[in-house]
């Protein structure tokens, strides 16, 4: 995004003569209009409702059951069975858990870090800006996917007091700390243009703490961004690990996750081509909700740019 | 600007050289390591194992290591045999000088190994970026020019689409029906190959290769598509609204010159910078295209030495694709730069 953008997007709101209803209800109202993002939510609400009740399912996800294998759909199994004879539904809202769960820790990583770092480079500036960016710059021109294969078998073996349920956030962390650097550079440009503002100069002036300022003048005023930007990264990190987990790096068998259970499939996918079409259609569906979703939200959170699609600018 | 390369070429020379400190470490600090296989197996004697060590040169301490590896061993004497006496200098020149080593599983020159595998990867991504320029620039330019006509709709949800199907799994889907359910007419085999670069009978024939290619190139593509179409879309839309645009109009000129002589031409420049960064993707391949479509490249090598701890071969791979993501970045600036001369670096 280009300086412009951020500033024309912080600038907030135009007034509207018929916005008698807050900022907030404004943006809800425009999300509304967005059918893409309205389809996708509904979407988004069923995979996670359906991943979150997975534990009704009458079969084990783990458990073999070597006299029903490789079943295809039926209506007992409505997505067949594996080849060690376990409900492949099952599974796969298992895998679900999992894949959600790393994409929603990645994201607060991301966050955390990002917003942190870009608002001390941003706020304070001098010195400290530049040793921050510079990092920031460094750690962007790595090579992320293979350093992520890397620190991925690095983590798998290295035995720590919070890593040991089955390396979920190991994977999180390793996303994370590979993926923030977004956030810290949006957030660091947000804060150039708002540090500017009236608002903000009229609170340091009476004196507010840098802490206060921060939180309570700036952040408040770049939801949207990082919202939008969260939308993105939730995306990102949902497809990176189930790469990491296709390609045998990420969370191990028999937990399943999205990515594993691609895996295991590609050696019998040809006779029980099941075996590969869900867990990677619900990979697709999940990732198309949430991007219809944040582009939504940023017709939402962008008047501007609303205003240009009904040709008033 | 002379200034300016200067400058940011010495910087890229500290970033290297603090890059590979970071990589050598992250690679040699790895629990497990090369040798665990051996040592989990009865068949091994530990003495065999410690002979390994000492032959790649893994009994020395870490920072000892990353200096033979960065400069070589003219300064102390290694043990190339593995029998315990240290009887060599000069075994090894260091990367400085060209040298990164031997791989531990083959036993043969990294840059043999990488050799032989570069030029595959590139023939793959290479077909892959053209035809998907050749798909997305038009497409993009389309899309902009009828904004919200039914194509653009139809495009709008293609890349969507695009961007939410994991190669890995178009990959498998493709294999499926192409190679699974669909039939050669004439041959009654399958449509087209699941994997390989080309088939192991038969001579060289261009119509095989191409028919190897259709497969990983439709699944790597399409999310490139996808994505550079749209960035040319929004690149064109902010563009089409310009003054000298309107100008280029109001003078007579006719649509088919304003768009491409005016429109086209200033939206092209951010995708050349965009096609610079993506540079390095091009030499280190695509791992999962390589991986699913048994394609022999640098994606793949890299994954199998990641399994196998091959730190040489994984350290040189890393260092390489570092210096082209530095490198990229660099040359996306300068030729941003220049194609625009509003852009000014001090």
Redesign the interface.
Known sequence: MTDYAIEQQLKGPTPQPQAATSYQGMVWRRFFKHR?AVAGAIVLAVVVLSVLLAGLSPYDPIEPNMKETLQPPSLSHPMGTDALGRDYLTRVLYGGRVSLAVGVMVVMITLTLGVSIGSVAGYFGGWLDSVLMRFTD?VL???A???L???S??MR??ELPFFTQNNVVAIAVVIGLLSWMTFARLTRAAILTLREMDYVKASISLGASSLRVITRHILPNMVGLLVVEATLEL?YAI?EE??LS????GIQPPTPSWGNL?SN??EH??KH?WL??F??LM??LT??SV??IG?GLRDAFDPHKVLQKVGEV | MGNYIVRRLIQAFF?MF??SIV?FA??N????GPLAGHGQSRHVRPERVEMLKRQFGLDKPLPTQYLIWLAGNDWMKVDTNGDGVFEEYGTRKGILRGDFGFSFRTRKPVLEEIGLRLSNTLYLMGVMLIVSLLIAIPVGILSAVKQYSGFDIVMTTFF??G????E??LG??L??IF??YLENPFTGGPLLPAGGMYSLQGGFSLVDRLVHLILPVTAGALGWIAWYSRFLRSNMLDVIHLDYMRTARAKGLPQRLVIFKHGLRNALIPLVTMLALDL?YVV?GA??IE??FSWPGMGRL??QS??DRDYPV?MA??II??AL??FS?LMADLVYGYLDPRIRYD
Do not use: H, K, R
């Not at chain 1, 296709?246 to 790096?249: D, I, K, N, R």
């Not at chain 2, 600090?29 to 497990?32: C, F, T």
């Open positions: 893409g460094a021109t790595l090579p996917f293979l350093i294969i890397l620190l078998t690095i073996e290295i995306s497809i189930s790469g296709f390609l045998g790096f691609l499939a590609s996918f040809l081509p590969a079409i867990p990677g990979i697709f990732i198309i991007n219809y582009d | 970033l603090l890059l990589m992250l690679v600090l790895a629990p497990g969507f689409a961007q939410a199907i994991p890995f799994w498998l889907i294999i499926l190679y699974g390095p280190t791992v999962f991986t699913i890299y994954y990641a399994m994984l791979i890393l694709s570092g993501m530095i970045n």
